[in-house]
């Protein structure tokens, strides 16, 4: 009888506990998808801005909307106290999907940002990031996004695309912190811009730390990719020079690639080797090619192969130059190196190391009519 009574005690405690956590009906909050921050007009301010999906009633039926509020304050929490205020409904950030930071804020420094959101047990970790130029990232939650798409549904899939099966590398809020705090290599994250009032991908935005140092293009973008993570079906034009010395455009689909990494501290200054495996298939070209002559194939993989050795070279050592890492060449050291000294390694070493890139392209096949 002592033992049912107990269980009964036990029972009765844990619906007490039940019943006092905070719950939240979806159709009485609402769900941000986006948040954008910009740095506002006011010294000492910043500009947030949440996107969010909102219902209307129409007789029966509901029309899927999208609302847009924003607010600015000192801090980030303060600011959120503001947009609660101009909110017909609670706002809540566990369905966030993207954190958007204007140019100028992120040159000052995203670490309070990104602090505050991943101290929220709401917001994934993995949530993704993004830097848009020109101070915009506000305005770019409000753009007419074209066939009924919602900017909370069209912004970050975008980027999602774009990192799974085009140019630019992948990263997330945890990738960024991991890389922020780590003092072995530093962060990047997609810039995105507006252009013909339309989102898109522009570029890489690189950091210093915290701090948005600069940017590369698309180009760049897709050798960064190369470097720090494994390609799978992505789809790239080059363009090089034929056998007598005139541009020719070839396009490369189901791109695959894989590096291996290594480093060589026998000389004087530490020589970082990345050895590189392209393949893939050529679908489209400017000339009028025959791609079942062996030789062609060849010499068009060669010469592809020779320009991009050269251009992640030059990517690399201007890194190195400009004292950012977004590759991680410090990390590769340290890992075979017993004494690690991060003071060391950024004022003597790394403005010393050397870079070896062996790429090799194998066209895989050439379409399926050849």
């Known amino acids: 009888m002592g033992r049912v009574l107990r269980f009964s005690y036990l029972f009765l ?23 954008a921050i910009d740095k506002s007009d006011q010294e000492e301010f910043v500009k947030i801005t949440v996107n969010f999906p909102t219902f209307v009633e129409q007789g029966e039926e509901s ?13 980030t929490k303060g600011t ?9 409904k609670p706002l809540k950030y566990g369905q966030a999907r993207i954190m958007l930071f204007g140019d100028e804020l992120a040159k000052q420094g995203v670490e309070p940002f990104l602090d505050s959101m991943y101290r929220d047990p709401s917001v994934g970790n993995r949530i993704l990031l993004g830097v848009v130029a020109g101070n915009q990232a506000g305005k770019m939650l409000e753009i007419e996004m074209g066939g009924g798409e919602l900017a909370g549904v069209f912004i970050p899939d975008l980027v999602q695309h774009n990192m799974d099966l085009n140019t630019i590398p992948m990263t997330n809020m945890h990738q960024f912190l991991f890389s922020m705090y780590n003092d072995g290599r530093d962060p990047f994250a997609p810039i995105l811009g507006i252009k013909e009032d339309h ?19 698309l180009d760049e973008s897709f050798l960064l990719k190369t470097l720090t993570s494994v390609t799978r079906r992505a789809t790239k034009q080059f363009e090089i020079l034929d056998e007598e010395g005139n541009s020719v455009y070839i396009v490369i689909e189901k791109i695959n690639s894989n590096v ?40 068009y993989e060669k010469k592809i192969s020779e320009k991009l050795e050269a251009q992640i070279i030059d990517m690399l050592e201007r890194f190195r130059d400009q004292d950012i890492d977004p590759v991680g060449i410090g990390e590769l050291y340290r890992s075979k190196t017993r004494d690690w000294d991060a003071s060391l390694w950024r004022e ?23």
């Open 13 to 35: 405690f844990l619906l007490i506990l039940t019943s006092c956590l905070e719950t939240s009906v979806v159709d009485e909050v609402s769900l941000i998808r986006v948040i």
């Open 63 to 75: 029309l899927l909307q999208q609302g847009t509020i924003s607010a600015e304050g000192q801090t």
């Open 348 to 370: 003597t070493i790394y403005p010393s190391a050397r870079f070896d890139v062996r790429l090799n392209l194998d066209i895989v096949q050439s379409g399926v009519v050849e």
């Open 80 to 88: 959120n106290i503001l947009l609660n205020r101009r909110s017909q």
């Open 260 to 299: 291996k990494r290594n480093v060589d501290k026998t000389g004087e200054s530490p020589l970082f080797i990345f050895d590189i495996h392209i393949d893939g298939e050529i679908q489209d070209d400017s000339g009028q090619f025959n791609f079942e002559n062996t030789e062609i194939v060849e010499y």
């Open 199 to 217: 989102p898109r991908i522009v570029g890489t935005a690189l950091f210093s730390g915290q701090y948005y140092h600069s940017d590369i293009g």
